[in-house]
């Protein structure tokens, strides 16, 4: 035997989402009228939206070093590359390895690093 229904208006007179019978609907708070500029200032409040910028497959040394490449045409990476002590120029690791390897050979000082 299925359950009897239960009926809401015979008990509180009405839907069961409706308030209590005899009290009083709290009315909504009003927003302001906000106009198109308004809105648009508030979406970009915190500076324009953009897309990140497209990374280049192959570029300079220094545009690997700065992240705006991914290799040289060599293939270097950014772990491969550093900024020499001297000329503040940004050079392979390996190359400057082997130039104060030559510059020992040769007898010359060598800072360093």
Known sequence: MPPPKFDWETVIGGEPGDSLPGTPKTPKPKLPAVTKGQALRAKYANGRKRRPAKVQEI????????????????????????????????????????????????????KKT
Not at 65 to 87: F, H, I
């Open 59 to 110: 570029g300079s040394k220094l545009k690997v070093w700065n992240g705006t490449a991914k290799r040289t045409a060599a293939g270097l990476r950014r772990p491969d590359l550093m900024q020499s002590p001297v000329t503040g120029q940004i050079i392979s690791i390996q190359k400057y390895i082997h130039g104060t390897k030559m510059a020992k050979h040769l007898g010359l000082k060598v």
